[in-house]
């Protein structure tokens, strides 16, 4: 407990008496000064015990008085020492008024007590006080190292919330709360997320305080890595003490090992993840599965997904290498986030300009993905596909069928013509499913089919635009029914000898034959590819 006027004037040696400001007699004492000075305030930091004899002050002036003890008060004085038996034999009634006027503690110092008595026991206190605090601040880290060993990191916010007597939180990567302590504190975390991503995303500082919602939070920034990083809150309704701070800084150090240690953990498992996916490719899933072990194997016994990410548009050159850019990078990560989050495995290889992911079907991971490309944001803070001012494209994604491992190859083609689609189509996500199960329309509505389409059809078009028949509905008619003639005419409401001689028509400005299978296909897919650009 830091030294106060009340522990100086409880102090038996010192014999100090107390005669103004008797309520003010908790503030902690940093220092003992001695100063004659009419003005001693520019040469002061506050929070000092000042010791005088008055040997130059008029100390019977009541105006002096009063503005010598405001300017004392300002200036963070938290106490007055006057020497007796010196220039005065008692403390005169002016000082005593104006301090009392002031609230000002005022104590006596008796002849017998020199002032480096004084001084002496508040170094002492001090110096007692500054030990307690490191010795206190050693054991935190003794604490929290020996619960960072047997429980990791929630272990490390759980000591270090009871060492500052507050709350603590972990963000991960992505910004999102990832474990708080106690459990009451997922709330004012989550509330924190706007400030922790300032703090992650920038290079220039690595903590900052939150002041608001009854308290006071430290942010730190975790890692050294130059991307976001995870970051740790600390709250509590003070700030921190000596000891505190020691508890703080060990957590920092602790918790950046393992988010170093994890990062390194979580290189090596890509590495293994690229050698699965390699074998995978190459037509081997028992080497697969076997390499997998426990680290991928509950994702191969389980129906998975093929999904592959890139930019939808080129990425500016970059040297050889996986693929680093800011939007796959942050769909990694919170498909990596929702995957861990409860429990499930997922395998990410980075390729150059691509990102390769294996997902549980119906999962975490792929909810994770469909929310990513269709705008939402992930679970957890507002994200975007990469920082301000990118140029990078937002990621397309195609998704194969769910498979097993002795299908990844064909799943692997599935993918790659899911992601063509996407592309031609401009949309963020297209899976195979779709494609197979759907209408050629979403297909047929791309800017080539539809020029063809119009550049196959225009002269029919233009023959109708002159009022002389209707080739192009008697064409779709006719190909609707298979060429079966009288139904085709039923359907127009025409004779049938009627829609031969346009049929003959479309044939003539068209210049082939209607006869030829070729023919009939390119037109009927022309005819739906008008249709749903219409």
């Not at 899976?431 to 047929?444: K, S």
Request: net charge negative; aromatic share 4%; hydrophobic share 45%.
């Amino acid at each position: 407990m830091s030294l106060t006027l009340a522990s100086l004037v409880q102090h038996s040696a010192l014999r100090l008496t107390v005669r103004a400001g008797a309520d003010r007699l908790d503030a902690p004492v940093r220092w003992a000064h001695v100063s004659e000075l009419a003005d001693p305030v520019p040469y002061l930091e506050g929070g000092e015990l000042l010791l005088i004899t008055a040997l130059k002050l008029d100390a019977e002036d009541p105006d002096e008085m009063r503005r010598y003890v405001r300017r004392l008060a300002r200036a963070g004085v938290v106490g007055l020492g006057f020497a007796l038996g010196v220039h005065y034999d008692d403390i005169p009634e002016a000082l005593v008024d104006a301090a009392r006027t002031a609230r000002f503690p005022l104590l006596a110092v008796p002849r017998r007590t020199p002032f480096i008595a004084i001084s002496k026991a508040v170094s002492e206190a001090n110096a007692r006080e500054q030990y307690r605090a490191v010795t206190a601040g050693f054991a935190a880290q003794r604490e929290l190292t020996r619960r960072a060993l047997a429980d990791g990191p929630e272990g490390v916010l759980a000591s270090l919330a009871a060492q500052v007597d507050g709350w603590a939180a972990l963000y991960d990567a992505t910004g999102a709360p990832a474990a708080t302590a106690p459990a009451w504190a997922v709330r004012r975390a989550g509330r924190l997320s706007p400030e922790v991503e300032r703090l992650r995303q920038g290079t220039a500082t690595a903590s900052a305080v939150v002041e608001g919602a009854g308290d006071r939070v430290e942010l730190h920034a975790l890692g050294t890595g130059r991307g976001p990083r995870p970051a740790l809150a600390v709250g509590t309704a003070a700030p921190l003490g000596t000891a505190d701070r020691y508890a703080v800084h060990a957590a920092i150090a602790l918790l950046t090992l393992t988010t170093e240690r994890s990062r390194a953990l979580h290189a090596a498992e890509q590495r293994i993840g690229a050698a699965v996916w390699r074998m995978l490719l190459a037509g081997e899933p028992e080497h697969a599965r076997a390499v997998a072990g426990d680290l991928y194997g509950a994702l191969l016994d389980a129906p998975f997904r093929i999904v592959l990410v890139e930019p939808d548009t080129p990425p500016e050159p970059a040297p050889p290498g996986p693929a680093a850019s800011a939007g796959l990078s942050t769909l990694s990560e919170d498909v990596e986030t929702a995957a861990a989050r409860v429990g499930e495995t997922v395998l990410v290889v980075p390729e150059e300009h691509r990102l390769v992911l294996l997902v549980v079907d119906g999962g975490a991971a792929a909810a994770a993905c469909v929310a990513r490309a269709d705008g939402s944001p992930p679970d957890g803070p507002g994200e975007e596909d990469g920082p301000t001012g990118s140029t990078e494209g937002r990621p397309v994604a195609g998704v194969s069928a769910p498979t097993g491992p002795a299908g990844a190859v064909e799943a692997h083609r599935q993918a790659e013509r899911a992601l063509a689609v996407a592309r031609r189509l401009g949309r963020e996500r297209v899976a195979f499913d779709e494609m197979t199960t759907g209408t050629l329309a979403a297909l047929l509505s791309d800017d080539a089919v539809r020029a063809f389409a119009e550049g196959l059809l225009r002269g029919l078009r233009a023959h109708d635009a002159t009022g002389r028949g209707d080739l192009v509905a008697s064409l779709h008619a006719w190909l609707s029914r298979h060429g079966q003639w009288d139904a085709a005419a039923a359907d127009l409401g025409v004779h049938r000898h009627t829609l031969r001689y346009r049929m003959r028509r479309v044939e003539e400005i068209l210049g082939r034959s209607l006869d030829d299978p070729d023919v009939r296909a390119e037109l009927w897919l022309a005819l739906k590819a008008t249709e749903a650009s219409d």
